[in-house]
């Protein structure tokens, strides 16, 4: 159980284009999903939190024009990065939380690697 | 705001060992959940055991148990009989009102 998808594994597009990424609870109905960004050998930096049907939370410095998250249903999340540039390459995680049954646990998808070119 | 520290970039192991991975957190709160997730090289992060901080009794998944002591605001992980498949970045990991907070991680390598 618990099982989170993220489409696609990996990406490659040209700079100034816009990319979106899919983040799906398979088998439960997520409360609250949120997205990652990860460096190579560095931890997971928290970019947004979204609830479904409201406005995501950004983090201070992430900026949301760029970095446009849609929740849609309690199983689907989208992050699209508009205009990417070269810069925006990383891995973006996503994750989801159920709140049951022990609340604030976040099961995390397999991550996309983008690259901009 | 919520820090998690882990102080041990890397460790390793031998086989069939036992190997114990730190980490400390700061907060001011007092009912929260703790975590620790394991990073293989696929990069998919697994849950490896979560505490809530509200038990006083210390949670244990197979061979994963942790020591958590909350006054001194400590949650290391002991990992015992240490398979090649334990290899992995290991995430301490903090959360309060869906707000989660990463340590920097620990790289265990498991020998042989």
């Known amino acids: 159980g618990a099982v989170v998808s993220q489409h696609p594994s990996r990406v490659i597009c040209k700079s100034g284009t816009s990319v979106k990424i899919e983040c799906r609870s398979l088998d439960f109905q997520a409360t609250t999903m949120f997205w990652y960004r990860q460096f190579p050998k560095q931890s997971l930096m928290l970019m947004a939190t979204?609830?479904?049907?409201?406005?995501?939370?950004?983090e201070q410095g992430v900026e949301k024009d760029k970095f446009l998250i849609n929740h849609a249903s309690l199983t689907l999340s989208t992050l699209t990065v508009t205009s990417a540039h070269p810069e925006d390459s990383s891995f973006y995680i996503c994750s989801a939380s159920t709140g049951l049954p022990i609340p604030e646990t976040q099961y995390f998808g397999p991550g996309t690697r983008l690259l901009v070119l | 705001a919520q820090t998690v520290t882990q102080s041990q970039p890397e460790m390793s192991v031998q086989e069939a060992e036992t190997v114990t991975l730190s980490c400390t957190y700061d907060t001011s709160e007092n009912n929260y959940y703790l975590f620790w997730y394991k990073q293989p090289p696929s990069r998919q992060m697994i849950l490896v055991i979560r505490q809530e901080a509200y038990k006083q009794q210390n949670a244990t998944e197979n061979r994963f148990s942790v020591n958590f002591q909350k006054a001194a605001k400590s949650f290391s992980l002991k990992i015992s009989d240490s398979q090649l498949g334990d290899t992995a970045m290991y995430f301490c990991?903090?959360?309060?009102?869906?707000?989660?907070?990463f340590g920097a991680g620990t790289r265990l390598t498991v020998k042989p």
């Open positions: 990991a903090f959360t309060y009102n869906n707000d989660m907070r």
């Open positions: 979204s609830n479904e049907g409201s406005k995501a939370t950004y």
